[in-house]
């Protein structure tokens, strides 16, 4: 599994087992576009096997919050490991998300 997107309830949770790169993100993007073409998008990126998120990744991870947004929806983060959740910290990218500690609470935040 590099990335897949699997369908819980109403809300799209996307996972994989590899960085969020330059080479990733054509996947990663394919993703979000089914998210997207499936109507109000509102999907959760779980980061919990995710090892690295570089530059690339983290411009993928903003558009596409901006094109959820746009179409009613969101894009939510969870389990970033200490790495992961230093790179969005250090550039501030996480204060676009809101980033949960679990997969399973986030997909559970869009009922409240």
């Known amino acids: 599994m590099a990335f897949e997107r699997a369908r819980q309830g109403a809300v799209d949770l996307i996972r994989g087992d590899d960085a969020i790169t330059v080479d990733q993100s054509p996947f990663v993007a394919r993703l979000f576009d089914e998210c ?13 096997r995710v090892p690295l998120v570089d530059s690339v990744g983290l411009e993928l991870l903003l558009n596409y919050q901006d094109s959820f947004q746009q179409r009613g929806g969101a894009l939510k983060l969870a389990a970033p490991n200490p ?4 790179i969005l910290m250090v550039t501030g990218v ?6 949960f500690t679990e ?4 997909v559970g935040s869009f009922a409240e």
Not at 38 to 43: I, K, L
């Open 94 to 99: 996480d204060r676009h998300f809101e980033i």
């Open 103 to 106: 997969a399973v609470t986030a």
């Open 36 to 48: 997207l073409a499936a109507g109000q998008p509102r999907a959760v990126v779980d980061l919990s």
């Open 83 to 86: 790495l992961c959740r230093d």
